[in-house]
């Protein structure tokens, strides 16, 4: 049987009437081979492809949030800290003055008195000269 096969193609020439058909028939099933399998294959990969950076962005777009409110928390801490610290620096400043103020008045009530009981002191010692003797200055005695 191969033998008879082999027989009826060397009946044939290379250029003759079939050799067309053959081709034809080649490039027709290239085409259903690109057109059945190959691209539909390749849409497919595609899609997993474009799911897959999908997901990846979304992933990293919750990271990125995430680390966005990290931060505002830990900016809004530290300005809550540091608020803190300047209050009470400025508590500490605002002491400070009352006590300067309290001794500040303490030293100038203290003058004041001083020099009250060294005016009424002149005073008595003015008014007993003068009661002495009227006709006499009080540093001739």
């Not at 020099?115 to 008595?124: C, E, G, P, R, S």
């Not at 003797?133 to 540093?139: A, K």
């Amino acid at each position: 049987m191969l033998g008879l096969a082999i027989l009826a193609l060397e009946g044939q020439t290379a250029l003759g009437g079939d050799a067309g058909w053959v081709g034809a028939g080649l490039l027709g099933a290239v085409l259903a081979w690109l057109l059945l399998k190959h691209l539909p294959a390749k849409d497919a990969q595609i899609q997993t492809f474009m799911s897959m950076k999908d997901g990846q962005i979304e992933r990293m777009q919750e990271i990125k949030n995430k680390q966005i409110e990290l931060l505002v928390n830990a900016s809004t801490t530290q300005q809550e800290m540091m608020h803190r610290e300047n209050q009470a620096a400025l508590n500490r400043v605002v002491q400070h003055c009352e006590e300067e103020m309290a001794s500040v008045h303490n030293s100038v009530q203290k003058e004041v008195q001083q020099l009250t009981a060294a005016i009424l002191l002149l005073k008595d010692q003015l008014l007993r000269a003068n009661n002495q003797s009227p006709n006499q200055s009080p540093g001739r005695g």
